[in-house]
């Protein structure tokens, strides 16, 4: 006998392989998301220091700006530092205009600066404030001549630029870590005279406030760049020769209204510092789960491989012709539904197949004709009265006409025990019908047809339109007259037939019980009607209905567009067609 490999081992390995891709992907999922996350919490802690940042550069910077603008704008510091005269006269000038508009905003901004006022007036007094080689450690003000600047590299290079009211390093501003705000000083009279510089210069660790969410010692760097030049002119902490390798992860914060961009460099290792300790931890739960699964699936291998082996020697025995052969199992699980079948089909397998199929076949043909048989004979009855009472009465024509019609809707009805019929004979069919209604009611009705000619051809099952019809006149009509409709459209695949009427309608309870309950006294009944299309075109297609209790009621059948008839068909309507 061939060896073989029991089917339950071999789905262990597409198993295994699953349970390990799973555990891989979620391990990687688990730690790309975990390192996103911090990268994302990082940069979002990083990015609002950087706008805290750059609102206190801005903050201070426009205090500066105002500084200068007050200098700029007031008449009597411009008069002061224009005037010419005796030594004591200037002093009393410098004392009671100059020197206070230059202290006064000293006293008010919140960090040390140096105000420096360079004056082209060769009368007034110099005032020297502390070295200007030395770090600000207080705020300060200067009144120097301009003698002091006009051969100086920054004042050339400010004067040629042709620009004003800039921020620059000068001097030992770079040395030192400062910046200075330079602005020219006009005369009131004569807006081309320069009559002084203005020169303000604060830290740069002043301007850009504390560090603590910059943390440098782990490698964070903070940057203060010229766009312009791109030159750097302030730094905290050490990015190193290895900022441009990729291993750092650069955000950059414009400074409005300015020359200025504050970088910031985050290293990748402070971005992911606590991803080692968290990928160990990842690993052995996924090496935890591999191993837990696995355990599980062998167990689960073990225990259905036995009882797939019983299955498969009942199989071979069948194979071999051995119909005797039985297997049990305890439980309640899909082997023993298995092995109950199995049973089943060692005594039965031969009869069974055929009494299905047989009884398959004769029980829908059964119910077709079951519910074909159920003609009732009420609607004959009265009209035979009604023919009765027109003779009686002398009145033979429309006798003639009643028998003529009554022979002609029987006919079309009977169809010589055809099943089908095409749409147009099922529509003649409704009009003779309506024809001996209309001898009967004096032609105390309107009916309107709206039939689409492209669908003549369709075969229907025949007396699916008539017992709608005929329950309008049972039912629905409680007035003097009554209006119905007849409308019959194609729908892509499908045929849409309607029967429209304005009778008293159904209300909603009772609509449910004529859909759902048995077939009503006086024609085929709704249900026939409905369970004869789902017999034959399948549970797609059928009867709706729709009432407004006091307005009127809508049918809608829909059946399937076989326009195309083949030979059987064709000679079941040709043959229901002949008088």
């Not at 799973?22 to 994302?40: A, C, F, H, K, N």
């Not at 739960?285 to 167990?299: K, P, R």
């Amino acid at each position: 006998m061939k060896r073989y490999m029991p089917f339950t081992y071999k789905t262990m390995i597409p198993y295994l392989l699953l349970v390990l891709l799973t555990d891989v992907l979620v391990g990687y999922i688990s730690y790309s998301m975990l390192i996103q996350s911090r990268t994302e919490m990082a940069e979002s802690n990083i990015r609002t220091g950087m706008e805290q940042a750059r609102n206190n550069i801005r903050y201070q910077m426009d205090e500066i700006q105002r500084m200068s603008d007050t200098l700029f704008g007031s008449l009597s510091f411009q008069r002061a530092l224009q005037k010419k005269g005796e030594p004591l006269e200037i002093y009393l000038t410098m004392l009671d205009e100059i020197v206070p508009q230059i202290t006064a905003p000293l006293q008010l901004f919140g960090n040390h600066i140096r105000l420096m006022l360079y004056t082209l007036n060769s009368d007034l007094n110099i005032v020297s404030g502390d070295n200007l080689a030395d770090p600000i450690m207080d705020s300060d003000y200067y009144i120097l001549s301009f003698d002091d600047i006009k051969d100086s590299e920054w004042y050339h290079t400010f004067k040629d630029s042709g620009r004003d009211n800039i921020w620059l390093q000068i001097d030992t501003d770079r040395q030192l870590g400062n910046i200075s705000h330079i602005r020219r000083l006009v005369s009131y009279n004569d807006y081309n005279t320069v009559i002084g510089y203005v020169r303000i210069t604060v830290s740069l660790d002043d301007l850009l406030g504390n560090f603590t969410a910059f943390p440098v010692n782990q490698g964070i760097t903070l940057r203060l760049i010229d766009e312009p030049s791109g030159g750097n002119i302030y730094q905290q902490g050490s990015a190193g020769e290895h900022e441009n390798d990729g291993s750092f992860l650069t955000l950059h914060e414009s400074i409005p209204e300015s020359d200025y961009v504050i970088e910031t460099l985050v290293p990748s290792s402070y971005l992911t510092k606590d991803a080692g300790r968290m990928q160990k931890i990842i690993f052995a739960v996924c090496a935890i789960s591999f191993l837990a699964m696995a355990c599980i699936g062998l167990l689960v291998a073990l225990l259905s491989g036995r009882k797939m082996s019983r299955i498969v020697t009942l199989v071979r025995s069948f194979q071999e012709g051995n119909f005797q052969k039985r297997i049990r199992f305890s439980g309640n699980d899909e082997f023993v539904q298995i092995a109950d079948a199995f049973n089943i089909m060692g005594t039965n397998i031969q009869t069974l197949i055929h009494s299905v199929y047989e009884q398959g076949i004769q029980k829908k043909q059964a119910e077709l004709e079951a519910l074909q048989a159920q003609i009732n004979p009420h609607f004959l009855y009265n009209t035979l009265s009604t023919i009765s009472s027109l003779a009686n009465l002398g009145e033979v024509g429309k006798v003639t006409d009643m028998v003529q019609g009554l022979s002609r809707f029987y006919r079309l009805t009977l169809n010589q025990g055809k099943v089908y019929i095409p749409l147009r004979d099922e529509i003649e069919q409704v009009s003779t019908y309506l024809d001996i209604q209309r001898v009967k009611y004096a032609n105390a009705f309107n009916v309107y047809f709206d039939i689409e000619p492209a669908i003549g051809d369709v075969l229907v099952v025949k007396l699916i339109l008539q017992p709608f019809v005929e329950n309008i006149f049972k039912h629905a009509w409680f007035g003097d007259t009554i209006a119905i409709r007849i409308t019959g459209r194609r729908m892509g695949e499908q045929i849409e037939l309607k029967i429209i009427d304005n009778g008293i309608g159904i209300k909603p309870t009772e609509l449910r019980r004529l859909l759902m309950g048995p077939s009503q006294a006086g024609g085929y009944g709704i249900k026939n009607v409905n369970e004869r299309i789902k017999l034959r075109y399948g549970s797609g297609y059928g009867i709706q209905m729709a009432s407004i209790y006091g307005a009127g009621t809508t049918v809608r059948i829909l059946i399937p567009a076989h326009i195309v008839m083949d030979e059987e068909a064709e000679q079941e309507a040709s043959m229901a067609s002949q008088p």
